[in-house]
T-cell receptor, first 114, second 115 residues
Framework: GAGVSQSPSNKVTEKGKDVELRCDPISGHTALYWYRQSLGQGLEFLIYFQGNSAPDKSGLPSDRFSAERTGGSVSTLTIQRTQQEDSAVYLCASSQRTSGYEQYFGPGTRLTVT | QQQVKQSPQSLIVQKGGISIINCAYENTAFDYFPWYQQFPGKGPALLIAIRPDVSEKKEGRFTISFNKSAKQFSLHIMDSQPGDSATYFC??????????????FGKGTKLSVIP
């Protein structure tokens, strides 16, 4: 079946602009995760959704970052007033299990802020 | 306490050799330890995982060794092949205490297998 998909695959934006990144999880997966991967670094946890609910938003780096999930499926990560330090690959993962033991990742969106 | 420390940062192994990547953690609340393989331009792919009540798990050429008392775990790739050249991440799973479950990742090991 289809895996996790993300769009766009690449996004170049000017500093100060808002961007929206989209994630389509594997059908039937109730848990959804967003991570950020900076060059040469590991994956930084951003936010977890169980269904449409995000019980813990403390991983978001600043209040410029927000995320929502609708219909228990598609999720959007929004970054307002982008800064150069936001440049990274943003990865989405989904899991069939609430606890997220087996997470399956999408290909990521490479965001470049100029 | 939430960190997972991974070493080495990079590794070069001859074809047919054994690749060994190590990870260490402090948080005893971690309850599941997966390894992910990532090729350039792709998302990480789940490779193999272990729970702390097991000392070793083997799947094909990939083996996880887990030492609960030392709070360390490692990935062994037997008979390493050029196609194994990728970045490998260890991770540890926990409940964050705020209704959220998350994986904490090591910084990755770039493996190069040379013919």
């Amino acid at each position: 079946g289809a895996g996790v998909s993300q769009s766009p695959s690449n996004k170049v934006t000017e500093k100060g602009k808002d961007v929206e990144l989209r994630c389509d999880p594997i059908s039937g997966h109730t848990a959804l995760y967003w991570y950020r991967q900076s060059l040469g670094q590991g994956l930084e946890f951003l936010i977890y959704f169980q269904g449409n609910s995000a019980p813990d938003k403390s991983g978001l780096p600043s209040d410029r970052f927000s995320a929502e999930r609708t219909g228990g499926s598609v999720s959007t990560l929004t970054i307002q007033r982008t800064q150069q330090e936001d440049s990274a690959v943003y990865l989405c993962a989904s899991s069939q299990r609430t606890s997220g033991y087996e997470q399956y990742f999408g290909p990521g969106t490479r965001l470049t802020v100029t | 306490q939430q960190q997972v420390k991974q070493s080495p940062q990079s590794l070069i192994v001859q074809k047919g050799g054994i690749s060994i990547i190590n990870c260490a953690y402090e948080n005893t609340a971690f309850d599941y330890f997966p390894w992910y393989q990532q090729f350039p331009g792709k998302g990480p792919a789940l490779l193999i995982a272990i729970r702390p009540d097991v000392s070793e798990k083997k799947e094909g050429r990939f083996t996880i060794s887990f030492n609960k008392s030392a709070k360390q775990f490692s990935l062994h790739i037997m008979d390493s092949q050029p196609g194994d050249s990728a970045t490998y991440f260890c991770a540890a799973h926990t409940y964050s205490g705020a209704g959220s479950y998350q994986l904490t990742f090591g910084k990755g090991t770039k493996l190069s297998v040379i013919p």
